[in-house]
């Protein structure tokens, strides 16, 4: 099991069903992605700028890592990016994964509790 979070660009959504309804549509454009074989977009420049922050901060070899999957580029689809956190990585660094995408002006809906994430709210 993995503790979650979903990165995107954009405006903020005013609620957070609005959120889970983005979040809905952009998971199912990634399984119908995935399903048909095609390689992802390539990440928005504030995607990549934060997928290389947090794993710069957070490096995928460390031993006890925050990652359950380490973030990579091939795994964004554009201006989305789903990050696979442990659950002890994310009681560690979860918060500052948060206000790192939040500085670059992200939007963070956190799965778990189907609501937008403020940097506070990860276990």
Aim: charged share 20%.
């Amino acid at each position: 099991m993995s503790y979650d979070l979903a990165v995107w660009e954009g405006a903020r959504p005013e609620s957070d069903e609005l959120a889970l309804a983005h979040y809905q549509r952009q998971m199912a454009l990634a399984d119908a992605l995935y399903e048909s074989r095609q390689p992802p977009a390539p990440p928005t420049a504030a995607i990549a700028e934060l997928l290389q922050a947090v794993t710069a901060r957070f490096p995928a070899d460390e031993e006890d890592g925050v990652w359950s999957v380490p973030p990579s580029a091939a795994d964004v689809g554009g201006s989305f990016a789903y990050l696979t956190m442990t659950f002890p990585g994310a009681a560690r660094a979860g918060d500052a994964v948060v206000e790192m995408a939040l500085a670059r002006g992200l939007v963070v809906f956190d799965p778990q509790t189907t609501a937008l994430a403020t940097g506070t709210s990860t276990p």
